[in-house]
């Protein structure tokens, strides 16, 4: 019987690398406005800041074109990884999955401990998709494109069979006239000056109960927004676009790409306008924000895609991409240090910069951030085969400590 073994790092297809390094690059300055604080200062200390309106503008300019969208291709493409592998296994399947769901529960594991510290993580999110993943590994192209789209757009039908009672019940409660936010990010159980002190002064136990309670409140937007039916909608979006071997082919058309990418842009732009609460109960404002904001977040990924494919065929495109291609390949160790960085830089582990800062400082941190990781990922290929925590979680999951040294 065939065993399933790890891919060899020199047989890897590189494009799939620079775009998995992209978007973990791209997820730093998503993430970025969550580990600084930036999020839960009141509106009244954010306008003390000198470059208030400087922070504004970046936090709406990163809301449209890297909020949700470089997570989107680190979705598609842990799909694109789970595709190579189950067909680079076919003749041993029965074997290979059973090596895969170890190694998806050995990821769970890394999720759970993570989010002690990081209540932003998606890897125990995406190793239990992994193995609603897994159902469809045998679907035909063309059913798996259904299924996506079935599972991206199930959310609004719920909301228009809860429209009526919704409209009901707001037709029967009091205008709250009330109703401004004090930040953008709050929690209806706990105020936000708790939250900024626990990271800023809490001790090791109180951070990890705040990054749990904040991680379950996170689960619990997921239930508004559709966001499980979306990271599996997303999830088989990638295993079909493998399937059609649309990383092997360089797009043709510039104009396709940026008509793609204007368009998503001009949708997300008016989403923004036109206003919307996701978090809300659904009325026809809500769910035309969650719907464009959805189209916009699609299409704006899909063009990044597109132009990272067709760029890296370019001869600049090559000589500078090839710089992504280690980042990618430690894409999980990469992922899990930007976390320890941001943590030692912010909570009460380290400086406890937490809600003192604005998003501009934040966003060159971020830069310096990436820096690093792209000069330390391309020293470390040199010497060694894989990342740190993707020689532990290979080891572990195939049951034996694997060569980590060239």
Do not use: C
């Amino acid at each position: 019987m065939k065993i399933s073994k790890p891919i060899d790092p020199n047989k890897r297809i590189e494009i799939i690398d620079i775009l998995r390094g992209f978007a973990l690059l791209g997820i730093i300055f998503m993430n970025m406005s969550f580990f600084s604080g930036y999020v839960f200062m009141p509106f009244e200390e954010l306008k003390q800041i000198s470059n208030f309106e400087l922070d504004n503008n970046l936090y709406y300019f990163l809301g449209i074109t890297v909020t949700g969208k470089f997570y989107t291709i680190f979705s598609i493409l842990f799909a694109v990884g789970f595709y190579i592998q189950f067909n680079k296994n076919r003749d041993s399947a029965s074997n290979f999955l059973k090596t895969y769901r170890r190694r998806l529960f050995i990821l769970l594991i890394i999720g759970i401990l993570h989010t002690l510290f990081w209540y932003g993580d998606i890897l125990l999110t995406y190793s239990i998709f992994g193995f609603i993943l897994i159902l469809f590994r045998n679907v035909k192209p063309k059913k798996l494109l259904r299924w996506s789209l079935f599972f991206l757009f199930l959310p609004f039908l719920f909301d228009f069979a809860l429209l009526p009672f919704t409209e009901a019940l707001q037709a029967n409660t009091p205008v709250n006239t009330d109703k401004a936010p004090m930040s953008r990010i709050y929690y209806p159980d706990m105020l936000n000056a708790d939250v900024i002190n626990t990271f800023r002064e809490g001790s090791v136990i109180e951070i990890f109960k705040l990054n749990i309670h904040n991680f379950i409140w996170k689960q619990i937007s997921y239930i508004p927004t559709g966001g499980y039916f979306k990271f599996l909608g997303i999830f088989l979006l990638g295993y079909y676009l493998a399937s059609i071997e649309f990383f092997k082919k360089t797009p043709k058309s510039t104009k396709l790409i940026l008509t793609i990418l204007i368009a998503g842009i001009i949708i997300t732009v008016a989403a923004k306008l036109l206003g919307g609460n996701p978090y809300e109960l659904p009325t026809l404002q809500n769910i035309r924000y969650k719907f464009l904001s959805l189209i916009g977040q699609l299409l704006i990924s899909i063009s990044y895609i597109m132009a990272i494919i067709k760029i890296a065929q370019t001869v600049i495109g090559k000589k500078v991409f090839k710089y992504l291609i280690p980042v990618g390949r430690t894409a999980l160790s990469n992922y899990l240090i930007q976390t320890v960085l941001m943590v030692v830089i912010f909570y009460n582990f380290g400086f406890s910069l937490f809600g003192k800062i604005g998003l501009i400082p934040t966003f060159f941190i971020a830069l310096i951030i990436v820096a690093i990781q792209i000069f330390l990922s391309n020293i470390w290929l040199k010497h060694y085969r894989f990342g740190p925590f993707e020689w532990a979680w290979r080891s572990l999951t195939y049951k034996k400590r694997i060569k980590i040294r060239h």
